[in-house]
């Protein structure tokens, strides 16, 4: 069956920087989009970065300049590179996957940003 599962989250202090890691499995990712949304408490979940399966990416005005989204399609996998994260960024983080009609969640990765 189809399985996203995100790793890399953490506790982090203002100003450092973490990786996450969704690794996709049970079809061919190739052709999705595949990016990383998060949910903060009280609050909607909100897109963070997305990326094609060709590479163009997009992201939330919030993280421009501090992430960064890049896959390896020869692994199944979709990364996110956070720098220079803030309090405001603490969040569970998801892996999401789309095609068409198809969408993918994975199942959360917790990034506490604090001193």
């Known amino acids: 069956q189809v399985q996203l599962v995100e790793s890399g989250g953490g506790l982090v202090q203002p100003g450092g920087a973490l990786r996450l890691s969704c690794v996709a499995s049970?079809?061919?990712?190739?052709?999705?989009?595949m990016g990383w949304y998060r949910q903060a408490p009280g609050k909607q979940r909100e897109l963070v970065a997305d990326?094609?399966?060709?590479?163009?990416?997009n992201y939330a005005e919030s993280v421009k300049g501090r992430f960064t989204i890049s896959r390896d399609n020869t692994k199944n996998t979709v990364y996110l590179q956070m720098n220079s994260l803030k309090p405001e960024d603490t969040a569970v983080y998801y892996c999401?996957?789309?095609?068409?009609?198809?969408?993918?969640w994975g199942q959360g990765t917790q990034v506490t940003v604090s001193s």
């Open positions: 999401h996957a789309f095609l068409s009609r198809r969408t993918y």
């Open positions: 049970g079809r061919n990712f190739s052709p999705y989009v």
């Open positions: 990326v094609t399966g060709t590479g163009s990416s």
